[in-house]
């Protein structure tokens, strides 16, 4: 069985549990990155963020955290584009959002906060998700 964990970041169980189980058997690599999207997600409609999480191998079934990255969009009509909302950055023990970039720390609220509704968007199964190699 496959378990992850963070040395750093407050992870629930069941989140953990839940991103375990998005790793294909096939991917064998040393990092996998997971990506979360909503399909319908734009700058007019607003949606689901698109959310990355990065993670690294430690043992054959043990995986580590390296980063958590919410995704939104920022700027209006045409010139908006995606930029870093939210990021846990464990193996640079960095956090970032739109408004400043300090010690991981800092965001460990926010990250409670971020992870409640990101296990009931996954409850919810509004995401495609994707795994592959780093």
Not at 19 to 31: M, V
Not at 88 to 96: A, H, I, P, T
Request: aromatic fraction near 12%; charged fraction near 20%; hydrophobic fraction near 40%.
């Amino acid at each position: 069985m496959k378990t992850i964990t963070s040395t750093k970041l407050p992870l629930n169980p069941k989140l953990a549990e839940q991103l375990a189980s998005f790793i294909p058997k096939s991917l064998t690599d040393e990092s996998v990155v997971l990506n979360f999207r909503d399909s319908n997600y734009s700058p007019e409609t607003g949606g689901y963020h698109p959310v990355e999480i990065s993670l690294r191998r430690l043992t054959s079934n043990q995986w580590q955290i390296s980063y958590i990255t919410d995704f939104c969009f920022v700027g209006q009509g045409d010139f908006a584009e995606l930029a870093k909302c939210l990021d846990f950055d464990v193996g640079q023990n960095v956090y970032q959002d739109l408004y400043q970039c300090t010690e991981l720390s800092v965001g460990i609220e926010m990250f409670k906060l971020w992870q409640t509704n990101f296990m009931a968007y996954l409850k919810m199964e509004v995401f495609e998700i994707t795994a592959s190699k780093l």
